[in-house]
Nanobody, 122 residues
Framework: QLQASGGGLVQAGGSLRLSCAASGRAFSSYAVGWFRQGPGKDREFVAVIPWSPNRAAYADSVKGRSTISRDDEKETVYLDIGTLRPEDTAVYFC?????????????????WGQGTLVTVSS
C-alpha cells in the first residue's frame, strides 16, 4: 500500500516536498513513480526512481527543478519540486512496480496511492 502526502497551496516560485509512504514487503525492490493529473487533463508522468543503484528519470516539465529520492529504511519516496508554476497544479499520485526499472507509462505500475493535491497560485 502507498500513501501520498505533502500537497497544499503554494505560491508560484515556491517549493514543496511530497512524500510517498509504503507499507509491505520488499520496498527496496520496487521502482516508485510520481504521476499527476491537472484539472481537465490526463494523468501524466512526473518522475520515477528505480531500485538502487539505477538512476532516476524526470519529465521534461519538471526536469532541473525537481528531485526524486528514496529512503528504503523508512520505506518512503520523496519528490521535491522547486520554482513551482500554476501549471504544476494537479493531484499527484505515487505508484510502484517491480516489472520495470524506469517506466513512464502508468500501465506498468501495479500499486497506486490515493493522491495529494498541489495547488500553485499565481
Amino acid at each position: 500500500q502507498l500513501q501520498a502526502s505533502g500537497g497544499g497551496l503554494v505560491q508560484a516560485g515556491g517549493s514543496l516536498r511530497l512524500s510517498c509512504a509504503a507499507s509491505g514487503r520488499a520496498f527496496s525492490s520496487y521502482a516508485v513513480g510520481w504521476f499527476r493529473q491537472g484539472p481537465g487533463k490526463d494523468r501524466e508522468f512526473v518522475a520515477v526512481i528505480p531500485w538502487s543503484p539505477n538512476r532516476a528519470a524526470y519529465a521534461d516539465s519538471v526536469k532541473g527543478r525537481s528531485t526524486i529520492s528514496r529512503d528504503d529504511e523508512k520505506e518512503t519516496v520523496y519528490l521535491d519540486i522547486g520554482t513551482l508554476r500554476p501549471e504544476d497544479t494537479a493531484v499527484y499520485f505515487c505508484a510502484a512496480t517491480r516489472r520495470t526499472i524506469r517506466s513512464r507509462s502508468e500501465n506498468d505500475y501495479d500499486c497506486w496511492g490515493q493522491g495529494t493535491l498541489v495547488t500553485v497560485s499565481s
